[in-house]
C-alpha cells in the first residue's frame, strides 16, 4: 500500500515511454507498475506522466543595478514555476557590492527561506577574483555542495578578463565545480554600442544589431579555450545560433568536456521582435539576443540532433510599465539602458512540448531529458531529480497533450507584467505538479499548500570531471 499511486498515465522514464502506476512512499517513487495500491489515488488516464522539470537557469531576486528591480521573489517565481511544470529551480546568487560570497549565499537563501514552492539549488556568480573570494569563500562554497557557478565575459561590472576566468577556473578544477559561461565578446559589444549611438541608432532593435553572432562565436571559441587549458568541465548557457553551437560541436569532437544550453526565447522569438513599434521591442531585450528565422532553424537542428544537453528558461524578469524594470530611466534613450532578461519560467515547458513533441521534432524521452534529467546530471541532482525511477524524488508533472490555449499574461502568476509570448498558441499543458509526491499544482493554481521548497546541496558525478 502506498501512500499516493498516480494510476494509469503514460510514464516517461529514463528507458521507457509505457502506460502503468506510480507508486508513491514517504515522497519517493517506490513502484513503477500496473494494479498499484495507495491511500491515495490519481486517476491519470490520458495523461502524461513526465518528470518534473528542472529549471538550471533562473534569475531570482537578483541584484540588477541601482533603482532596477527584479519582478519576482521566490514566492513569485517559484509560484510561476510550479504553475509550469517545475519542480526544481536553480537561480543565481550574485553578491552586492561589499559583500562576500559566501555572506551573499546565507542572505540569499534566507530570501528563500520558507517562501519557495519548488526544491531549489543555488549557482553562484563570480565576479570578482580578490584572494578571499578565489581563496577562502569559493572553495569553501563549492565543498559546502554549491557545486557551479557563472562567469560572465560582458555586462560591464561582471565581466572578467581572459586571465580572471582561468583564475577562477582553475577553483574550479580544484574543487569539482562545474563553470557556466555567458560568453559574448565585450569590448566589441562596446565598440558597436558606441558606433550605433553616434549614428543615432538608439532604438531597442539596436540592443540586437549591437551583439552580432561573432559577438558570442567568438567568445564561445574562446571560452572553450579557457576551460580546455584548465581542465574543467564547461556549460555554455544560453546559445543563441548554428555558429555558436559548431564551436561547441568541434570541442566535443576533439574531446572537450562541453556542455550546450538554448533557450525558448532562441527557438520561437527573432530580432524582428525587438522592433516592435514604439518601446514594445524593449519587452524582448536579452543577452544574447533572439536572432532570425535561420538561427532559430539551426538552433531546432541541435535541439533534434542532439547537440544541446539543455533547454532552460533563463527566466529574468522585469516589469514593462515600470521605471524600475524596461522602462528605467535613459531606457527611451538608449537601449543600452534597458535592463536585460525576460520571463519565461511557466512558459518553458509547454513552449517546447508544443514546438517540439507535438511537431514530431523531438520524442517525449528527448524532451524529460531536455527539460529535466540532463540539468540535474550536469548540476549534481541525478541521484534524486530529474527522472521517473525508483528510488528517486517523486517531482512529477501530469500533461494533458491535447489541452490547446494560447499564452496569456493574465494566467501566468510570474511578478512580471507580460509575456513575451502573449498570444502564442500552444497544444499541450501541465495540469498536475507533485513535489516529494505532493500535489502543489493542480489545473494550473497552487493547490494552496505552505511553500515546502527545500535547498538541494550538490555534488557532481565523477565522470563529469
Ligand atoms: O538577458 C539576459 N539573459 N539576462 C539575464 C542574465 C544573463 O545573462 O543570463
Ligand atoms: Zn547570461
Ligand atoms: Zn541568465
Ligand atoms: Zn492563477
Not at 559566501?102 to 570578482?128: N, S
Request: charged content about 25%; aromatic content about 6%; glycine content about 10%.
Amino acid at each position: 500500500m502506498h501512500d499516493l499511486v498516480i494510476r494509469g498515465a503514460k510514464v516517461v522514464t529514463g528507458t521507457d515511454v509505457a502506460v502503468m502506476d506510480i507508486g508513491i512512499t514517504d515522497g519517493r517513487i517506490a513502484t513503477l507498475g500496473t494494479g498499484l495500491d495507495g491511500a491515495d489515488i490519481v486517476a491519470a488516464d490520458g495523461l502524461i506522466a513526465m518528470p518534473g522539470g528542472v529549471d538550471s537557469h533562473v534569475h531570482i531576486s537578483q541584484p540588477s543595478g541601482p533603482g532596477i528591480e527584479m519582478a519576482d521573489d521566490f514566492a513569485s517565481a517559484s509560484a510561476a514555476a510550479a504553475c509550469g511544470g517545475n519542480t526544481t529551480i536553480l537561480p543565481f546568487c550574485l553578491p552586492e557590492d561589499g559583500v562576500g560570497l559566501r555572506d551573499a549565499v546565507a542572505h540569499y537563501l534566507a530570501k528563500a527561506d520558507g517562501r519557495c514552492h519548488v526544491d531549489f539549488g543555488v549557482h553562484l556568480i563570480v565576479h570578482r577574483t580578490d584572494p578571499t573570494t578565489l581563496g577562502q569563500d569559493l572553495p569553501a562554497l563549492l565543498e559546502a555542495g554549491f557545486t557551479s557557478f557563472k562567469v560572465f565575459m560582458t555586462y560591464q561590472g561582471l565581466a572578467l578578463s581572459d586571465r580572471q576566468i582561468l583564475e577562477v577556473m582553475s577553483v574550479a578544477s580544484q574543487h569539482k565545480a562545474m563553470v557556466m559561461v555567458h560568453a559574448e565578446n565585450e569590448d566589441a559589444i562596446e565598440f558597436l554600442r558606441d558606433e550605433a549611438e553616434r549614428h543615432g541608432r538608439t532604438s531597442p532593435l539596436h540592443h540586437a544589431t549591437t551583439r552580432p553572432v561573432p559577438v558570442e562565436r567568438e567568445a564561445v571559441h574562446r571560452a572553450i579555450t579557457l576551460a580546455e587549458i584548465a581542465g574543467v568541465p564547461l556549460t555554455i548557457v544560453h546559445v543563441s545560433n548554428g555558429a555558436a553551437l559548431d564551436e561547441i560541436r568541434r570541442a566535443r569532437e576533439r574531446g572537450a568536456r562541453v556542455f550546450a544550453e538554448t533557450c525558448p526565447q532562441y527557438l520561437t522569438l527573432t530580432a524582428d521582435d525587438l522592433d516592435r513599434s514604439g518601446f514594445e521591442g524593449a519587452k524582448y531585450v536579452c543577452s544574447p539576443p533572439p536572432r532570425d528565422a535561420a538561427e532559430q532553424a539551426a538552433c531546432w537542428a541541435g535541439i533534434e540532433r542532439g547537440d544541446f544537453d539543455l533547454y532552460s528558461s533563463d527566466h529574468c524578469p522585469f516589469r514593462f510599465v515600470d521605471r524600475a524594470g524596461k522602462d528605467a530611466p535613459g531606457a527611451r534613450a538608449s537601449f543600452r539602458n534597458i535592463p536585460n532578461g525576460i520571463p519565461g519560467i511557466e512558459t518553458r515547458l509547454p513552449i517546447l512540448f508544443s514546438e517540439g513533441v507535438v511537431k514530431g521534432r523531438i520524442s517525449l524521452q528527448r524532451f524529460a531529458q531536455l527539460t529535466a534529467t540532463n540539468h540535474a546530471r550536469l548540476y549534481g541532482l541525478a541521484a534524486t531529480k530529474g527522472s521517473i525511477r525508483v528510488g528517486a524524488d517523486a517531482d512529477i508533472v501530469l500533461w494533458d497533450p491535447t489541452l490547446r490555449r494560447p499564452i496569456r499574461q493574465a494566467d501566468l502568476h510570474h511578478g512580471a507584467d507580460y509575456t513575451p509570448w502573449e498570444g502564442f498558441d500552444v497544444t499541450g499543458w501541465p495540469v498536475a505538479t507533485f513535489l516529494r509526491g505532493c500535489a502543489i499544482m493542480r489545473d494550473g493554481e497552487l493547490t494552496g499548500r505552505k511553500p515546502g521548497g527545500r535547498h538541494l546541496s550538490r555534488a557532481l558525478p565523477d565522470t563529469l570531471l
